[in-house]
């Protein structure tokens, strides 16, 4: 199984960024993909997840800011980000959790400005 993350980079408080994760070796339209973060000097926490009948899940204080979505043809979940704030600056992970076992890509470092 492979993740890979993009479309991280430095952006300014009150920008957008979207996220791509694209998936390989698995099945991708039958499973839940999730968004995690981890900011420095904290643990990782849960970002956003979407099951595999594309419902939305978010941490409650990134409600309305942040939207996940998935293309089952081109295999990728997205992260669309906005008015995004300094706290918010992390090394943003895609997961997927096949049978028991977490899956991580290498993440990207969203930063953000004041």
């Known amino acids: 199984v492979q993740l890979q993350a993009s479309g991280g980079g430095l952006v300014q408080a009150g920008g957008s960024l979207r996220l791509s994760c694209a998936v390989s070796?698995?099945?991708?339209?039958?499973?839940?993909m999730g968004w995690y973060r981890q900011a420095p000097g904290k643990q990782r926490e849960l970002v956003a997840t979407?099951?595999?009948?594309?419902?939305?899940n978010y941490a409650e204080s990134l409600k309305g800011r942040f939207t996940i979505s998935r293309d089952n043809a081109k295999r990728t979940v997205y992260l669309q980000m906005n008015s995004l704030k300094p706290e918010d600056t992390a090394v943003y992970y895609c997961n997927v959790n096949k049978a028991g076992i977490d899956y991580w890509g290498k993440g990207t470092l969203v930063t953000v400005s004041s």
């Open positions: 070796g698995i099945i991708f339209s039958i499973n839940d």
């Open positions: 979407i099951t595999a009948f594309s419902n939305p």
